[in-house]
């Protein structure tokens, strides 16, 4: 699989959490994840994923923004964790926080 997919395959993955990839950084390795509420960054990607590998990425790390751990400060993945799986989210919170 090209880099291009696995691109395409990161970008909407992360875009269901609620992060949309930025700019390129470090000569397009690395992308900038902002936050699709409010455009704050929230940290990095790397492109050099296998295929398959962001989707089991983010369900681990589901938990973590469901709770607000992971993410922007403003909600708006905690606010998506909660629209894609409200049971699972609560139950974070719960756990978490
Ligand atoms: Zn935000």
Sequence with gaps: MATTDVLSEIRAAYARIGIELGAPVAY????????AGCGGTVGNVGDRLLPGMIDALLDD?????AAGLLGCACGHQAARAEALDAPRAAAARARLT
Excluded: K
């Excluded at 790390?61 to 923004?65: A, G, K, P, R, T």
């Design 28 to 35: 397009g390795t690395y992308y900038r994840l902002r936050c």
């Design 61 to 65: 790390s589901f938990d973590l923004y």
